[in-house]
């Protein structure tokens, strides 16, 4: 059985999702799809409006046959560590042939190009994105131009730059960059993106829609305002997670969290936690207590300049929420890959592949997390439980259902 992997995040999963759905299949030619999704909280430091349970059901109605949790050490991380993880999942299982992306420019021989260079880090690289840095970029646009200033004959530099400001192609760019690391044998496809831009914020005349004005027409009128650019499987799944008020979760049903933690956390410690850096802690505190109301939006809003993007700082809030330090998300940690391949959910035919994969993998699958052991599946279980503080009811079961939940049969 031939199976495609993609990479995604569902938040939530819309028109757009199956269109890429449909094209991985079709562009790889397999039979099957493994998706590796981020749990409860993602790559921009959002918490995902709706749960990973939810999001699975989701995936496995629009067509995903396997479902693997990307571990929050590696969800809630700058896309190179994002994508390391995410690829090193789909590597380590053993049965992934290919890995299709979506990408706004389709071009996939340019990236591959590129990213041939960049696998091997070369000299100079990082003291140019160094210099880009103190010059006032952010990091992603420090990165986007080293890399753009390396780039291999037959790829113009004004070109690669032009190509990497798209978020979907450095992304993209990643995911290559990952596979020649790996020294993978999974084969890439490209989708290009179809209707909305990635952060489009307001919906156009068709059926697609970005996720971004999905969310926005979600938070302002619940389910049925984004009807016409989800599946209808996915437009019940939202419904049912709102009746039920696990939904919809954003950045402000954390508010009280943080302001304890801040409250409650000296500086130096505060300072130790991932993405806190050059004094930033200092600032957060200051920032806090010169609030004229408690609000994570008017927070991330008075932390903001030109270097600190907001997704630096969402970033920033969700280790500090989670109580993730530098040292057990430190590159050198990150470097060594995910720890195993924890299973969300299958379909009947993800499950005769779940079977093939216990037999191929490099890595322990797990199904029982409360059975298997390790520092990352300690971290997406504390995840999952601080997730839960958003719910409108809260109950510990609620909180620690990682320990009794199986993975949702479709």
Known sequence: MKAVGVIVEYNPLHNGHVYHLSESRRLSGADAVV???????LQRGEPAIVGKRARTEMALHAGADLVLELPVAYAVQPAEWFAYGAVALLHHTG??????????????????RIARVLAVEPAGLREDIARRLREGASYPAAYAGAAAALAPGGVDARDAAALLEQPNNSL?????IALERLGSAIQPFTAARTGAAYHEATPGPGAIASATAVRRLLMADGPEAAAQYVPAA???ILQREWQTRRAPVDWERFVQPLLHIAATRRATEL??????????????????????EPSVDALLSALKTKRYTRTKLQRMLTHVLLNHTKAELSPSILAEGPGYLRILGFSSKGQSLL???????????VIKPSTFSHSQLELDIQAQAAYALAYADKDTRTMYSDYFDPPIRY
Do not use: N, W
């Open 35 to 41: 998706a590796v999704m981020s749990g409860p909280f």
């Open 95 to 112: 049965v992934v042939d290919s890995l299709c992306f979506g990408s706004e420019s389709g071009d996939l021989d340019s990236l591959q």
């Open 172 to 176: 993209g760019l990643h995911y290559l």
């Open 234 to 236: 996915t437009l019940a």
């Open 271 to 292: 300072a130790s936690i991932a993405e806190v850096t050059e004094g930033l802690e200092h600032r957060l505190i200051r920032t806090l207590s010169q609030l004229a």
């Open 355 to 365: 079977k093939q994969m216990k037999r191929s993998a490099s890595l322990p699958v």
